[in-house]
């Protein structure tokens, strides 16, 4: 599912960048539409591609999709499954201990710097190292399961960005003479951009547990900014002619819901405009500590993390 899903991905990206070229470019400077301008451009070209190959690539690792199984570093099994438990003691002494219900110390994953030491560590010793000792293979187990539980990611963005994005594309089909629009470069960074909003709005478990410690849930603003506009139209008027009762005032309230209706529709259109900018954002918070780059190799991250740097010792301290 994942690689069609990234397959056609790919395929609207492309006509994203062949299409770019055709913007007319504007004189003069414009503050406002320059951030957003470059808020777009290093959304859709550096933080939207490494959200789809985080989303591709965030599971474990454990060799079972190569063919053939990669080799490991070293034929010698005792350093292999030696290094194997140095990377494990490394991850159980960063992650966050708790106690769990039964009273039991426990540890797991609260942030993303833990579960991306996790994802490369567990990937090092399944692909590099492939130790061999029981004991070590049931620990990379039970530390992958704790990863994949607290990794897992769920949709925590607003539908209604997304709906009125939608709709901000339909808008764009009858303003723009039908099939024709399909030419133009908007259409598609207006398409890139809601399939950016939805996955960078996938927050992990371990985010949506701090965003309810933090705010009492995890949904988007937006729904309560525009359910309390949509409460708002339910205002009754009243008007009191001479000494008579009070009643209703339908004119003004027929008004009043019209002028309401307009509002939401332009502030529809602006947020569905610019949901790249709401997919910067989301990227900001679900993935900027977590996310995976293509070109890190497993042994840069090993020689970074467990590579002790030679020291140099000065000559009148040598014996």
């Known amino acids: 599912m994942k690689k069609w899903f990234a397959f056609l991905v790919l395929i609207a990206f492309s006509l994203l960048f062949a ?21 777009f451009l290093i959304g859709l070209f550096l933080m939207f591609p490494i959200t789809v190959y985080t989303w591709l690539k965030e599971d474990i690792d ?18 292999r499954n030696l290094k194997s438990i140095e990377i494990l003691e490394r991850i159980e002494n960063m992650l966050t201990p708790f106690e769990s219900e039964e009273g039991e110390q426990k540890i797991t994953i609260t942030n993303g710097k833990q579960a991306r030491f996790v994802k490369k560590g567990l990937d090092f010793i399944n692909l590099k190292l492939q130790p061999t000792d029981e004991e070590i293979i049931k620990r990379v187990q039970e530390f992958t399961d704790v990863y994949e539980n607290r990794t897992e990611r769920h949709f925590a963005g607003s539908k209604w960005v997304i709906i009125f994005a939608v709709g901000f594309l339909v808008f764009m089909f009858y303003n723009g003479s039908g099939v024709k629009i399909l030419l133009n ?8 951009g809601i399939i950016f909003y939805y996955l960078a709005s996938k927050a992990p478990i371990y985010g949506i547990e701090k965003r309810m410690k933090l705010f009492g849930g995890y949904g988007g603003n937006i729904s309560r900014v525009f359910g309390a506009l949509f409460l708002g139209q339910s205002t009754k008027y009243y008007v009191k002619k001479g000494h008579g009762p009070w009643e209703r005032d339908y004119q003004t309230e027929g008004e009043m819901g019209l002028i309401w209706i307009a509002a939401i529709a332009f502030a529809a259109l602006m947020i569905g405009a610019l949901i790249t900018v709401f997919a910067v954002f989301n990227f900001v918070i679900n993935y900027s500590t977590s996310y995976l780059r293509p070109f890190d190799k497993l042994e840069n991250w090993y020689e970074k993390n467990f590579t002790t740097p030679s020291v140099l010792i000065p000559e009148e301290a040598q014996v």
């Open 62 to 79: 454990d060799g079972s999709d190569h063919d053939p199984k990669p080799e490991p570093i070293s034929e010698n099994v005792a350093d």
């Open 19 to 39: 299409e770019s070229a055709n913007v007319p470019k504007e004189k003069g400077i414009d503050w406002i539409e320059v951030f957003i301008g470059w808020t």
């Open 185 to 192: 470069s908007i259409f598609w960074v207006q398409i890139v």
